[in-house]
């Protein structure tokens, strides 16, 4: 038989196997997997090729994109920024001012019976035509002050996507891009709510982290007292604070997911711990100045200048808040 007579020799396929031999042999590719061979050829790549470190990562982050998992970019539901259906629109209005979102989701009795979500440009449009009339003293008959409707009644909330942790993130860009809708809530197999996915946590992956004028910077997170002590927001980054702090912090907890401080003082303290307590770990003592039920808020972190005996490892060592009677941390609580 001819090639041309074999029936799995068809132009297409030969195309394509054409285009792959010749793009494996211009990048020096060997003949097992592709992405793999591209994954190394990429990290080969020197900046006399005229590829810039920047679009290396890039490149980098888009064939890695498919190990990524819904459950990977989430913000966590104790993050989670909402709103209740019931609220009034100078309720909302207030939120969005607070959080700094466009977009924020809608709640019925809790974040686990979602009802949508609202835009902050068609709130705005809405409170417009409202009170329109209103700066020229002269309301129509038919106008309402805006902050007596409440959000279920101004029409306004749009649906909002559903996902699975475990969906790959590449898919939840895709179903976004269709429907047109940039924010998903995470659903966990109960039908909970585990958090929240935005189209920007996702673009996030490939270019890296998009902050914009309302997102507070890292630095703003790590404030340093002229005593030399650090007061830090918990969300602040693990390897943000080791660098400030000259320690790697990192080395004091197994666990691999440990991102942040506010994670690192959980997992040391084994509990989320009370307001007032302290840990003793790597020469420093964290003291947690705000907490809730859920999780640590902020830390105060002083540097302990007894060093550790020759030959004795740092122990984290936790000291509870101190509770005469009833306490102040757990009169908050």
Do not use: C, W
Not at 131 to 157: V, W
Not at 278 to 301: C, H, S, Y
Not at 310 to 332: F, N, R, Y
């Amino acid at each position: 038989m001819s090639v041309n007579d074999d029936p799995e020799s068809t132009p297409e396929k030969s195309g394509k196997i054409g285009l792959l031999g010749r793009l494996r042999a211009l990048l020096g590719l060997s003949g097992g997997s592709l992405r793999e061979d591209v994954q190394e050829a990429i990290e080969e790549i020197t900046e006399a090729s005229g590829f810039s470190a920047l679009e290396r990562e890039m490149l980098t982050n888009v064939l890695s994109l498919h190990e990524v998992r819904v459950a990977d970019i989430m913000i966590p539901r104790t993050d989670i920024i909402a709103v209740a259906h019931d609220a009034k629109l100078a309720e909302v209005l207030d939120a969005f001012r607070t959080a700094g979102h466009s977009r924020l989701p809608v709640y019925a009795e809790n974040l686990d019976d979602p009802r949508g979500m609202v835009h902050i440009r068609d709130l705005v449009d809405l409170i417009a035509k409202l009170t329109d009339g209103f700066k020229l003293n002269a309301p129509r008959p038919d106008q309402r002050d805006f902050s007596e409707i409440t959000l279920a009644e101004s029409g306004i909330l749009r649906p909002v996507l559903f996902a699975p942790p475990s969906m790959p993130a590449l898919d939840l860009l895709v179903k976004m891009q269709t429907t047109r809708t940039h924010m998903a809530l995470v659903i966990d197999e109960y039908g909970g709510t585990d958090g929240l996915a935005s189209i920007e946590d996702v673009v996030e992956m490939i270019v890296g982290d998009i902050e914009d004028e309302h997102d507070e910077s890292e630095a703003q997170k790590i404030h340093r007292g002229a005593d030399g002590t650090f007061v830090v927001d918990s969300r602040a980054s693990l390897d943000d604070v080791s660098e400030v702090l000259g320690s790697d912090l990192s080395t004091l907890v197994d666990a691999e997911d440990v991102d942040t401080l506010g994670g690192l003082i959980t997992t040391l303290a084994g509990h989320v711990p009370l307001r007032g307590e302290t840990l003793r770990a790597d020469g420093f003592q964290f003291e947690v100045l705000d907490a809730d039920p859920r999780r640590v808020k902020r830390i105060k972190i002083h540097p302990i200048s007894e060093p550790a005996t020759e030959g004795q490892e740092s122990v984290p060592v936790a000291t509870p808040a101190p509770q005469p009677g009833l306490s102040q941390a757990a009169k908050s609580r």
